[in-house]
């Protein structure tokens, strides 16, 4: 079963809606309807089984500050794999070739915020940055959060260049 790659703009109206379906089914949390949590994403990563769209990881590919310096990050989010098709290495899958498409982007690590044990199976480890974001629960402007540990903060380095997790990170923005 092949991952396909869709950057957002190509997203058609018959996959976002069947990508907002999976992400209801999968989440306590209330998408709205949407095919995304807070805001839209850079590309998204899919496996269909019978042409229906069984697991979904999204991409938002941004500049963070982390200290005094803007950093392109790639933010890993949404993550779902249906439930009737769990256990079969579809997150996996879609994590190996996001990890893929990003070292291919102008990122220099991969960011997410999660506990599922196949983050650290590829190379994720936890960092204890104090954070700065905006709480855009709903897709609406709320809170601003700043020096906030998050605890389940994780990072991926894509080049030589460790992630300094003794410098606070600004996402500039909201969660993803």
């Not at 890993?76 to 579809?90: E, F, L």
């Not at 983050?119 to 959060?145: C, H, I, K, Q």
Request: with cysteine; hydrophobic share 45%.
């Amino acid at each position: 079963m092949s991952v396909e790659t869709i950057a957002e703009y190509q997203l058609t109206n018959e996959d976002d809606l069947a990508i907002a379906a999976l992400l209801k089914r999968c989440f306590r949390t209330d998408f709205g309807g949407r095919s995304f949590f807070q805001t839209r994403h850079s590309w998204r990563h899919l496996r269909r089984h019978g042409g229906r769209i069984i697991a979904h990881l999204a991409v938002q590919l941004r500049a963070v500050r982390l200290g005094e310096e803007l950093v392109t990050i790639a933010g890993i989010a949404d993550v779902a794999t249906d439930p009737a098709h769990r256990g079969q290495g579809h997150a996996a899958a879609l994590l190996q070739a996001a990890l893929a498409t990003a070292r291919g982007s102008p990122a220099r690590h991969v960011l997410l915020f999660g506990t599922a044990r196949l983050y650290p199976a590829a190379g994720f480890r936890p960092v204890g940055n104090l954070l700065t974001y905006l709480d855009m629960t709903g897709a609406s402007t709320g809170a601003l959060f700043r020096d906030k540990a998050e605890a389940h903060l994780q990072v991926l380095d894509l080049g030589q260049e460790p992630w300094d997790e003794a410098r606070p990170l600004d996402l500039l923005g909201g969660l993803f």
